[in-house]
């Protein structure tokens, strides 16, 4: 089963919430109508700006834990070149691909191959 990694956001170039699924629309959906309180609920974030697809799970929780430790303008970039105008991407889930590429200079795993 793959891993997605995806950001929500209030507004474009408002307020950032990154997080990790295996079930996009579903847990989208969850922040939407505040299933659960949090973050995403207390600060707005219902607006999907930005995913990505992984082979597995642990991939997932892996690159989240990595883009939780990213300065906000770097999210700002990944937002930007898959979604320029902050747009929310939920009703198209199913019509984008955004696989994660690890970066040349990355040491390579057999998973991504």
């Not at 891993?3 to 989208?28: A, C, E």
Request: charged share 25%; proline share 6%; glycine share 6%.
């Amino acid at each position: 089963m793959g891993g997605f990694v995806y950001m929500m956001s209030d507004k474009p170039r408002g307020v950032i919430y990154t997080g990790v699924t295996s079930d996009l629309p579903g847990r989208v959906w969850e922040h939407r109508n505040e299933v659960k309180t949090g973050y995403t609920s207390k600060y707005n974030a219902k607006i999907l700006v930005w995913f990505e697809t992984h082979p597995n799970i642990v991939l997932a929780i892996q690159r989240e834990k990595s883009l939780k430790r990213y300065l906000r303008e770097w999210k700002i970039r990944l937002i930007e070149g898959l979604n320029p105008t902050w747009l929310d991407l939920y009703e198209k889930i199913d019509m984008i691909e955004n696989p994660f590429r690890p970066h040349e200079n990355t040491r390579h795993w057999p998973h991504y191959n």
